[in-house]
């Protein structure tokens, strides 16, 4: 290997260890980072940017010009390098240095860390595919084709053959000189593979008692999500609804900074929910992931019962599995998930979870994506 060549190699290598040190402080740390808001605002479209404290990477560092140096200039036998001329400082300090290293970090890459973190099952998706990804392999050998694909083996033994058969070919002297006949090139075939889809449906109360903690909460939990199912599957639709005593389709920003004070008919949502499953997104070709978040103050026993009859008669039969996060509340009774739990607890697809802080979340995550559905 040339000097270049070993140089290349060298830097490759210590950008490769780099990397696994900035993964393990990321993974280390991801607790931390779950918790936060922080990352959804630096996340772009395919890259999130992570402050990483405490690693600093090695740089050079000139001194003054015109100042000399060890070993140049005149000095005593003795003297101490370096004690002359520095200014007094305000003494020793008792703070660590702030050294915030930022590094981006791909969505992918960011849900393997999760995965591995909270231990997550890959998900089985079910049902048929609706749309087919085109994938072109380069299997197939051409005679004609552009220069960039040919196929310099392919081609070297085929002139050879001719020479060999043409009693041109010289054992002494063993030189192939391809002719245009001879050219072989590389070719493409298209293969069809079927990709599963997924759709989202995010759902939440927006009433008077939902307040800004609680859709933060939402927010942190619903961008690791939709992270990790996004990893499960190239094709992934997210819809939005919110209600208080209705309920309507809106967009992601409307979603996470809506606020009424109207009351609470989380059947309104559930309704709205089942018609759009109906309308766009039939279960046979669909992976369909309902995620409900409220604080399970609910207006009145014959809407939650209301509630419960449409989940087992309906929705969890088209669903791959439906969630209800219940954030807490000053002002919510949080009666709704054990209304859920003691009327459905034998469906399986019915997953509940309580997020009573920020610190919940990851559980909450566990419990919603721990089972591979």
């Known amino acids: 290997m040339n000097a270049g060549g070993f140089m290349v190699h060298r830097i490759e290598k210590d950008s490769t260890r780099f990397k696994q040190i900035v993964r393990s402080r990321i993974r280390k740390d991801l607790r931390k ?26 740089r050079f560092r000139y001194g003054p010009k015109e100042r000399g140096g060890v070993g140049q200039g005149e000095g005593e ?7 002359e001329g520095a200014a007094a400082g305000p003494g020793a300090g008792d703070q660590p ?15 393997e860390l999760l995965g591995e973190e909270l231990q997550l099952p890959n998900i089985e998706p079910r049902g048929a595919s609706r749309i087919v990804a085109e994938k072109d392999r380069y299997s197939q050998i051409r005679r004609s084709g ?27 002297n063993p030189v192939i000189i391809p002719v245009r006949e001879d050219k072989r090139y590389r070719s493409w075939k298209t293969a069809y593979k079927p990709e599963s889809n997924a759709v989202i449906i995010y759902m939440m109360d927006v009433s008077g008692s939902m307040g800004a903690e609680q859709k933060e909460m939402v927010r942190i939990e619903a961008f690791w999500i939709d992270t990790w199912l996004q990893h499960n ?7 939005y609804i919110v209600h208080d005593a209705a309920a309507r389709e809106v967009d992601e920003d ?9 009351g609470t008919r989380i059947s309104s949502a559930y309704n709205l929910c089942n018609q759009m499953i109906d309308a766009h ?9 309902p995620f409900h978040f409220s604080d399970g103050d609910n207006w009145g026993s014959d809407d939650t019962q209301g509630c419960i009859n449409l989940l087992r008669d309906e929705l ?5 599995m439906f969630c209800y996060g219940q954030v807490k509340s000053a002002y919510g009774s949080g009666k709704f998930i054990k209304d859920l739990q003691e009327s459905l607890d034998e469906e399986e697809n019915l997953i509940t979870s309580e997020i009573n802080s920020k610190d919940e979340i990851v559980d909450s995550i566990r419990a919603f994506l721990g089972k591979g559905k």
């Open 146 to 172: 552009p220069e960039s694909l040919r196929h310099f083996k392919r081609t070297f033994k085929e002139a050879l053959k001719r020479q060999i058969a043409s009693g041109t070919y010289d054992p002494d």
């Open 316 to 320: 969890l039969k088209k669903v791959n």
């Open 281 to 289: 997104y039939s279960p046979e070709e669909w992976n369909i992931y």
């Open 33 to 58: 980072y779950i918790t936060r808001g922080e990352l959804i605002g630096r996340k772009g479209k395919y890259l999130v940017s992570i402050p990483l404290p405490q690693i600093e990477t090695p």
């Open 233 to 239: 599957y190239k094709n992934l639709e997210r819809r």
């Open 254 to 262: 409307t979603f996470y900074h809506l606020r009424e004070s109207g």
């Open 97 to 111: 240095g702030e050294h915030i290293l930022e590094v981006d970090i791909t969505l992918d890459e960011l849900a």
């Open 77 to 83: 036998k003795g003297a101490v390098i370096g004690s």
